[in-house]
């Protein structure tokens, strides 16, 4: 597909499609995607929803997790993710980016821009990472307010509301303000930072029938679960929120040891996209074949040792 050609673009919005997939039997799998060429391969490999982690796009900037985003930075990589996988996308909405009018703000930004679904938190600004200690949360029912502003600006949004209060309130204090979200008008409950898997079957015993969102991210507080154990768990959506990116950074940083290094990349060439696989993933010559003056590209022939035009 090219996000080009109108044939090509869904003809549902992002929150019906999402709202969809969330009402499918089974867990719903959702990747983290900082960027686009990220969501394509997320696409690729057979992914049907993305996630869209507000700690991988500051992460992305060079900037700490700490509220420091604004809504027009985070529209920025939705707008991209959207576009390039044509696929509903649950984005990380942080503590709203101010009060009510501001969540509400963000909410009609993000539908605009190809959200599908949306989670806010619970704490104070400046915000921490989930699964970092001492998170100052705000009063329940101030949350519950900017929930219940979402829910009033959201068309077809999925609005999802995540607690961080497990870890200073107890499972019995997350479960209360997680009822209270709920009767705002929040679609499913993201329980943050929960510690281990008797955790996670206290909030499912506790909130029968709700929709729970699990969070498996890597080296935080939550053990190393797979998404068919969050499924027996009773959960019905799980997302991976900086993995991709994790990878990403790991690798560009061996490629960067290696050029300063050695002061070229022939140790990296076997860890590389190709040239090739690059255009196959973007749809270079479908695109270029829109457009009757853009001459077909024909890719190099290439060895280690130099590159000659075939």
């Given at each position: 597909m090219t996000y080009l050609l109108a044939d090509d673009l869904p003809h549902e919005t992002a929150g019906r499609r999402f709202r969809a997939l969330f009402d499918q039997p089974g867990i719903l799998r959702l990747p983290g995607a900082q960027n686009g060429m990220a969501a394509l391969q997320a696409r690729a490999a057979g992914f049907d929803a993305l996630y869209l982690s507000g700690a991988a796009m500051t992460a992305s900037m060079g900037i700490p997790d700490l509220g420091i985003l604004t809504v027009d930075e985070a529209c920025f990589f939705l707008r991209q993710i959207a576009r390039a996988s044509g696929l509903p996308v649950l984005i990380d909405g942080d503590t709203g980016y101010g009060e009510a009018l501001n969540v509400m703000?963000?909410?009609?930004?993000?539908?605009?821009?190809?959200?599908?679904?949306?989670?806010?938190?619970?704490?104070?600004?400046?915000?921490?990472?989930?699964?970092?200690?001492?998170?100052?949360?705000?009063?329940?029912?101030?949350?519950?307010?900017?929930?219940?502003?979402?829910r009033r600006a959201a068309r077809d949004l999925v609005v999802i509301a995540r607690t961080d209060a497990a870890a200073s309130e107890g499972i019995e204090g997350a479960v209360a303000r997680a009822r209270l979200y709920l009767e705002a008008g929040a679609d499913a409950i993201f329980p943050e930072a929960l510690t281990s898997v008797e955790m996670f079957r206290e909030v499912r015993a506790a909130l029968p029938?709700?929709?729970?969102?699990?969070?498996?991210?890597?080296?935080?507080?939550?053990?190393?679960?797979?998404?068919?154990?969050?499924?027996?768990?009773?959960?019905?959506?799980?997302?991976?929120?900086?993995?991709?990116?994790?990878?990403?950074?790991?690798?560009?940083?061996?490629?960067?040891?290696?050029?300063?290094r050695d002061g070229e990349v022939g140790a990296m060439i076997g860890e590389m996209q190709t040239r090739q696989e690059l255009y196959d993933l973007i749809g270079l010559n479908e695109v270029e074949a829109l457009d009757a003056s853009i001459a077909a590209s024909v890719v190099p022939e290439w060895t280690a040792e130099g590159s000659e035009e075939g």
């Open positions: 703000h963000m909410v009609r930004s993000f539908e605009e821009a190809g959200a599908g679904a949306v989670h806010l938190e619970d704490q104070h600004l400046p915000k921490k990472c989930g699964h970092l200690n001492d998170k100052r949360l705000v009063a329940p029912g101030e949350m519950a307010a900017k929930v219940a502003a979402a029938g709700v929709r729970l969102l699990a969070n498996m991210t890597e080296f935080g507080r939550t053990p190393a679960l797979s998404a068919a154990a969050f499924e027996e768990l009773g959960y019905d959506m799980v997302i991976w929120p900086v993995s991709s990116l994790r990878v990403a950074n790991k690798a560009q940083e061996r490629l960067y040891s290696a050029l300063a």
